[in-house]
Structure formats: structure tokens, C-alpha cells
């Protein structure tokens, strides 16, 4: 009679089970930034198609109004509720003149409210500030998603009650003062070496077209990015600095406000309005960017409040730089060490940039003859 084998049961080691378990871990490790980096080139292809669809909307514009529209247009919409916004503070003439893009990329419902007459209409009696409206105006709470970049941090900051982002703001080139007097009714200066100036009272259509970008509206910058504030107000690419003098004479000032990605805990920051906020405001801190310091730097303002004239910098998630819209309808990402000149001379209000490639890119009609990176 013969031996019956006997199964013998297989089993790991302990060893065996801890370079299994450490092969899996480092495979873990290398796969991880792959599929990091794939999703933020999947954000960064969406954040780039929000550029060029909001390209294509400036250009409808253009071919409807024979102009681009403004920073911030007078008073808004002519005899509109929208436009109204009565309070204190006089932001009437804080609206932006992308609103009149709304139409053109698929935001008809909302810009036909903005449109419709306030007459006998009465704005809520409330408290001081622009409270008194905005929460109960239907558009300024509209999420519009084209205006947002996914690669941002989320959410974006809450202000009187709403939260309304933009991830996209407008040229004014290589402007500081927003130069070229004069002065109007709100303190605003009318013109600047972008494409985008601002308007005084009464309201009035921009006067840039395509033929004013005498330097090509291929190597002419229109829109960038702009990062949402966190929960960090002292972040620079979310807020700004604030009472920060000589910026029009020596705009490195700015930098020096700053190090490591954030603000010095002697500089006074503008904490209670985060990047980002209501895609409706039209004044240069909010809406704007300068074509002055390199993507991603510190902003500065010269005042107290998002009003005052200065030097407010593109930023963005990405890594090493920033999508840019050309004025061909074209995008580009611009790398945080882009050439920018001598940041220690005053801005100029004719003629070539003083701020390199950078600040020629902003200026629509500085003679100068450089092309997008």
C-alpha cells in the first residue's frame, strides 16, 4: 500500500509580505504625480478652452459694436436697475463692460435682466453698503461657468452674502496710473496701454478697435488669469497689498512687499476683498491686470481700497506660469520668468515698454515688435 502525499499549504513569509507591500507602496509613489500632472493638464486644457471661448465672444462683440468693451463701463447699463445699485459708496460705476459679452457666450437670460429698465422700480431699503442690492439682483449671484478656471483653488470667497467668481481679467497693459488723464467724476483715469480702458461719465462705448492694436493683435495680450483668495489672506496671488507708495515711479516696489509667495507681516493687506469676487465689478484690482511684474508676483495697490491705481499681477495654479488671450483669439501660457525690463523706471504713457517682453505684450500700440513666448 502506498504513501499518500500530503498537501503541503503555500503561504508568504512575513518578509515576503513586507516587500510586497513596500513594492506596492513605491509603485504607489511613482504612479501618483503621473496622475497628479494628468489631471492638472486636463484642468489646465478646460481653463485654456474658458480663454479662447471668451476670445471668441470678445471678437462677436467687436463685429457687433465696432469696439471692445471697457474696464468698467461709466455707470454700467444705461437706465438699468442692474446699473443702479444706489448706495453710499457710488459703486454704479463699478460694473464692467464684459458684461456686454454676456450675449455672445451663451449668457443671453442673464444680460437680458441686466438690460431691463429700473424705472419705478425701487432698490430694497437695507442696510449701508452695496448689500443694499446685490444679494437681491438675480445676476449678480448668476455661477457663470465659463468664467471660472478648475484648476483654482475652491471655493472661492463669500462677500456680503454671495459668491459669484471670475478666474479671468482684462488688460490694461503697461499702465500703473491707468494714465492718461483726465480725472473723471469717480477718480478714475480714462485711458491706459491695454485693451481694455476705462470710461467716465456719461457712459460711453470704448474706443479701441482692432485697428487701434497697431502692434499686431497677435503679439497683443487681452485677458489673463487671476487666482481666487484663500483662506490665507496674506497669499499673494489672492490679495493685495495696500498704501504702497512709488509704484508708477518704481514698480519693483511691489516686490519687495512680499517673499516666498506671501505677503511680510509688516505690510498691510486688503483682507476683506479676496481675487476672484463678483464677475460684475469693473475696477482695475478686481477686473484688471498690468502687464509690470512677472506672472504670479505680489499686487499693490497705492490706496486703502480695490479702487486705487497700481500694479495688480496675472496668477494663476498652474505650474510656472499663465494662460494668456491674444488679441488674434489665440492662447499662451506665459512663464513666470518672462523678461520684464527695468522694473526700476516709470511707466510711460507712449513709445516702447519699459517692462520687456512682458509690458510690450500689454501695450496694443508701443511701436514695439516682440511675439508671445
Known amino acids: 500500500m502506498g504513501r499518500t502525499k500530503r498537501s503541503r499549504h503555500l503561504a508568504f513569509t512575513l518578509v515576503e509580505l513586507l516587500v510586497v507591500i513596500a513594492i506596492i507602496g513605491i509603485l504607489i509613489a511613482l504612479l501618483l504625480p503621473a496622475v497628479q500632472a494628468a489631471r492638472e493638464a486636463a484642468r489646465r486644457t478646460a481653463c485654456t478652452n474658458n480663454l479662447k471661448q471668451l476670445g471668441l465672444g470678445l471678437h462677436n462683440h467687436h463685429d457687433a459694436r465696432k469696439t471692445f468693451p471697457p474696464l468698467t463701463y461709466g455707470n454700467g447699463f444705461n437706465n438699468t436697475w442692474g446699473s443702479r445699485n444706489t448706495n453710499p459708496q457710488g459703486n454704479e460705476s463699478w460694473n464692467t463692460g464684459m458684461m456686454h459679452v454676456l450675449p455672445y457666450i451663451e449668457q443671453a437670460p442673464v444680460y437680458a435682466i441686466l438690460s431691463q429698465s429700473y424705472t419705478g422700480i425701487s432698490p430694497p431699503s437695507l442696510p449701508w453698503g452695496p448689500i443694499r442690492v446685490y444679494p437681491q439682483y438675480p445676476p449678480y449671484s448668476a455661477q457663470i461657468s465659463i468664467f471660472v478656471c478648475p484648476s483654482n483653488v475652491q471655493p472661492a470667497a463669500v462677500l456680503w452674502g454671495i459668491s459669484c467668481p471670475r478666474s479671468y481679467v482684462c488688460s490694461i497693459g503697461d499702465s500703473i496710473t491707468v494714465a492718461s488723464p483726465p480725472w473723471d467724476a469717480k477718480g478714475l483715469l480714462q485711458g491706459n496701454r491695454g485693451i481694455f480702458p476705462l470710461t467716465s461719465y456719461p457712459v460711453t462705448d470704448s474706443k479701441v478697435t482692432f485697428g487701434s492694436i497697431t502692434d499686431g493683435s497677435s503679439n497683443t495680450i487681452v485677458m489673463a488669469e487671476r487666482c481666487f483668495g484663500s483662506s490665507d489672506t496674506r497669499r499673494t496671488k489672492g490679495y493685495i497689498a495696500i498704501n504702497v507708495p512709488g509704484l508708477n515711479t518704481t514698480p519693483v516696489n511691489c516686490l519687495a512687499t512680499a517673499s516666498g509667495g506671501f505677503y ?110
Open 264 to 373: 511680510l507681516p509688516t505690510q498691510s493687506v486688503l483682507e476683506s476683498r479676496a481675487m476672484g469676487i463678483f464677475w460684475f465689478v469693473g475696477v482695475p484690482a478686481v477686473e484688471g491686470f498690468s502687464t509690470v511684474l512677472p506672472p504670479n508676483s505680489p499686487s499693490c495697490a497705492s490706496g486703502a481700497w480695490e479702487d486705487s491705481w497700481g500694479v495688480y499681477s496675472a496668477s494663476s495654479e498652474h505650474p510656472g506660469g499663465v494662460n494668456v488671450l491674444l488679441g488674434d483669439g489665440s492662447v499662451r501660457m506665459i512663464s513666470d520668468a518672462v523678461n520684464t525690463g527695468d522694473l526700476s523706471r516709470p511707466e510711460v504713457t507712449s513709445g516702447y515698454s519699459p517692462y520687456g517682453v512682458w509690458g510690450a505684450l500689454g501695450s496694443k500700440s508701443g511701436g514695439e515688435s516682440v511675439s508671445a513666448p
